[in-house]
């Protein structure tokens, strides 16, 4: 069990396939206890990385 902090290019990753995205899903699977902490500006940094992938694509 460990903490680990998220950024938005990590959260990123949550959704997005790309280099890192299975290590990061595996800090995230509940049964390891690790905890994910992120700044609250990171929902709005997220939400304009996935749209510009969804307008660049």
């Known amino acids: 069990m460990a903490d680990y ?7 990123v990753k949550r959704h997005v396939n790309e ?12 049964a ?10 990171s929902i709005v940094e997220v939400y304009n990385a996935l749209n510009h992938r969804k307008r660049e694509n």
């Open 19 to 30: 280099t890192g995205t299975a290590w990061f899903q595996a800090l995230c699977v509940p």
């Open 5 to 11: 902090y998220a950024d938005s290019s990590v959260l």
């Open 32 to 41: 390891t206890g690790n905890n994910i902490v992120t700044a609250r500006i």
